[in-house]
């Protein structure tokens, strides 16, 4: 039972770990390309996986 919750705790980690580094690439993108850039990346990448 503890190896499926370390596993689980495991995933979580790393699924927050990757939504940090992908919240700061999207910060640097918006800091070196401005909000025009931003504003597709939202449209195009972000906005499809909400709808």
């Known amino acids: 039972m503890t ?3 370390e596993e ?3 995933l979580t980690l790393s699924i927050c770990t990757l939504q ?3 919240e ?3 910060k640097e993108a918006c800091l ?3 909000s025009q850039f931003f504003f ?3 449209k195009n ?3 499809p ?3």
Do not use: A, D, P, S
Request: net charge negative; aromatic share 8%; with cysteine.
């Open 40 to 42: 597709t990346i939202r």
């Open 8 to 10: 689980i705790e495991i």
């Open 3 to 5: 190896c499926i919750k």
């Open 32 to 34: 070196n390309y401005g």
């Open 45 to 47: 990448v972000i906005e």
């Open 20 to 22: 940090q580094e992908m």
């Open 49 to 51: 996986f909400i709808l």
């Open 24 to 26: 700061n690439e999207v």
